[in-house]
């Protein structure tokens, strides 16, 4: 059972424009939820995090928010630069189970020029 | 500079044969963990460890362990290597489990 689930395998934007990365999940215990980034042949990336008592974060062109009710978050990148083209993994956490990160399958983004 | 080594890189080995990958972090950290990445299945926790001498089983640990005797190492044993562990491995850490994780460059792991 997929308990973190991007349904988008990839995702193409073109430069400038608004990139919407969505991930969706079942359990809702989840209490912490963050994005990485991740090139090829390389370790992932941390890229920005939000709390269940937040419904949004913002850090330069990443905004997550957060819809509790929906039990869905989303990535916003604005605005997408090439550089931005890599993997993109979402992943959540409870405090009840300290420790174990859930990932997604991840989406890949392709920002074209 | 702060980083998460692993070693070896790459790594072809047959089935049966004992293996070691090790993993180690110069940032004190006290949570470390270790993940696989396959086509299609994202990134899987194996284990993780919580501080010295604490760990704890991950979303797909059989066939794994782990030890951590001291904070920066945390080695991943394959005591006997299959074919379905073929992957590409990553170890992270990180100050708290909720904490941004910094992840190590990767393992590729062949079992034939």
């Known amino acids: 059972d997929q308990q973190v689930k991007q349904n988008s395998p990839s995702l193409s934007v073109q430069e400038g424009r608004i990139s919407i990365l969505n991930c969706d999940y079942t359990?809702?215990?989840?209490?912490?939820f963050l994005w990485y980034k991740k090139y090829p042949a390389e370790g992932p990336t941390f890229l920005i995090s939000i709390s269940s008592i937040k419904d949004k974060n913002e850090d330069g062109r990443f905004t997550v928010f957060l819809n509790k009710s929906a039990k869905h978050l989303s990535l916003h990148i604005v605005p997408s630069q090439p550089g931005d083209s890599a993997v993109y993994f979402c992943a959540a956490s409870h405090g009840g189970s300290q420790g174990n990160l859930i990932f997604g399958k991840g989406t890949k983004l392709s920002v074209k020029p | 500079e702060a980083q998460v080594t692993q070693n070896p890189r790459y790594l072809i080995t047959v089935t049966g044969k004992k293996l070691t990958v090790t993993c180690s972090q110069n940032m004190n950290h006290e949570y470390m963990s270790w993940y696989r990445q396959d086509p299609g299945l994202g990134l899987r926790q194996i284990y993780y460890?919580?501080?010295?001498?604490?760990?704890d089983k991950g979303d797909v640990p059989e066939g794994y362990k782990v030890s951590r005797k001291e904070k920066r190492n945390f080695p991943l044993i394959l005591e006997s290597p299959s074919p379905n562990q073929t992957s590409l491995y990553f170890c992270a850490s990180s100050p708290t489990p909720f904490g941004r994780q910094y992840f190590g460059p990767g393992t590729r792991l062949t079992v034939t």
């Open positions: 359990n809702s215990m989840f209490d912490y």
């Open positions: 460890s919580m501080n010295v001498e604490v760990t």
